[in-house]
Each structure stands twice: as C-alpha cells, then as structure tokens.
C-alpha cells in the first residue's frame, strides 16, 4: 500500500448497519468508512500517516457482528489496547471495534478471506412493531415455512449462482460453494418489542456475489408465497438457466455474523 506503510493491523468490529449507506466511501452520504476514518485521523496525531482498506463492500443498511479492516500505518502502535480503546470512545454509538491485531504486510484483507457467515433476520403475518425494523424484516401474509426450509437445502453445495447476481456481467464467475445454508427459529437476536415467532436464513461460504444473499433469500419467500417452485430453485443453479432472479429483499434483515481470514 505504498512505501510509506510500514505496520499493518487488523482491525475487527461490529456495527448497526441502519444509518449507513454501507462501507465505501460515497459522496455526501455517511458511510462507515466515512466516519471511521474520520475518527481515526481525530485519534492520531497529524503526523501519523494511515489508511484503511474493508474486508468488503457492504450494502447500505446491512450490519454486522463480525466484519473487520485493515489499517496501514507509517509507525507501529506504541500500545495497540489503548488506541483501541480510544477509537470506541470517539466512534459513534452504532459503530464498535472489538480487537486488534498486527498483521505482516502480505496479509491481503479481501483475498485472505476464507469464510463469511450471514444471517437473515425475517418474520411474516402482520407488520411488526417499527422499533423491529433495523435488524428484522417482515413479509406481510402467510408464508409455507416448510417448504421454504426445503429449498434454503439447495443452495448448499457448488452450484452456478449467476441468477442469483444483481446485474451479472458476461465474464464474472459465478460459481461458488456455499457450505452451510438453513432456515431455522431465531434463538440469538431477542427483543420485547420482536414478533413473538422471528426466524433466521443462515449461509456461509468463501465469498459472495453483489445482492446473492439477499436475492436467495427473495427466491425463498416466493417459494413460501406459492409463486415459485422447488424444481424452479433446482434449475435456477445450472449456468444454462436463462433468468435472473429480481427479488431483492429488504438489505435491514442482513447480518454479517463472522468473517474468517488465513491463519494470521
């Protein structure tokens, strides 16, 4: 990242994702790399220099337990606990780091990632209390549970998943391993002001195409309304399949539940 890097660490943490328009920097619209970067330059003295890279580009809304940036420094932390400390008491309410650690300068953040968990917060029936909003989408009606159970299994595997791509281009590769993928009752996330029933949609895999969580998770609700098949979840996953899937689902439901990278 330039010759005048000379210490690399990486960061952890964990966010509110409502009031974000995700992480990249975007003009005049508050990004989390916007006010992260803004607070640490408030921590360093001026003649600190740094920068900092996201493990991904996250879509607006969408929070996290566990995401994580590097941060390429001039000069080492003379004491890593207490710039970390410093940084959560300057960041804002909805933004904290969880740990810290020096990494060498061939750690690559976005291409040593091995493995990201993500969770879809949902409910259906009636509309939920507002104050559910954030972290828990609901689909107004009915919903065939079951059968939307049956077709979360198919997505695990190695499959083609191009129709489950917002705007796919012609050379991109869209094939990829999802190594775990379920929809099961929400046992982590609690609140009073919740739906009684709240449910979860859980993937995991290397990495993931813009929208592919969100878009799964759209072709699944279809499933429950009736409006699509499991034969239709079947086919959607071989590269000749000629549609791409539209339903792109509320981004506030999403989790980045963990990010896992190379051994440090």
């Not at 804002?92 to 969880?98: G, L, S």
């Not at 009752?185 to 009684?196: D, G, I, S, V």
Request: aromatic content about 14%; overall charge positive; some cysteine.
């Amino acid at each position: 990242m330039g010759a005048s890097h000379r210490a690399f660490y990486l960061v952890k943490i964990s966010f509110l994702g409502h009031n974000y328009h995700g992480w990249q920097k975007q003009p005049y619209l508050r990004t989390l790399h916007d006010v992260i970067n803004k607070t640490i330059k408030y921590v360093f003295d001026d003649g600190v220099v740094f920068k900092i890279l996201g493990a991904s580009r996250t879509d607006a809304q969408v929070s996290a337990q566990d995401s994580a940036f590097e941060l390429f420094l001039s000069e080492p932390l003379s004491d890593e606990r207490c710039f970390l400390d410093d940084l959560n008491r300057n960041l804002p309410q909805d933004i904290r780091c969880t740990s810290i650690s020096p990494v060498s300068k061939d750690f690559n953040i976005i291409q040593d990632s091995t493995s990201k968990s993500y969770r879809y917060y949902f409910a259906f029936g009636e509309k939920s209390h507002p104050f559910s909003a954030p972290l828990i989408t609901t689909f107004l009606g009915p919903l065939d549970l079951k059968l939307m159970k049956q077709g979360a299994k198919l997505f695990q595997g190695t499959h083609c998943f191009r129709s489950y791509c917002y705007k796919p281009k012609p050379d991109s590769q869209y094939t990829r391993t999802i190594t775990h993928c379920k929809i099961e009752t929400n046992q982590r996330l609690k609140a009073n002001f919740f739906p009684e029933k709240t449910y979860v949609f859980e993937v995991e895999g290397k990495g993931f195409l813009r929208h592919q969580v969100r878009l799964m998770m759209g072709a699944l609700v279809r499933l429950g309304k009736g409006e699509r098949t499991l034969e239709d979840i079947k086919m959607s996953l071989f590269d000749d399949y000629p549609y791409n899937e539209t339903f792109v689902v509320p981004a506030t439901g999403l989790v980045l539940e963990s990010t896992e990278f190379k051994t440090l």
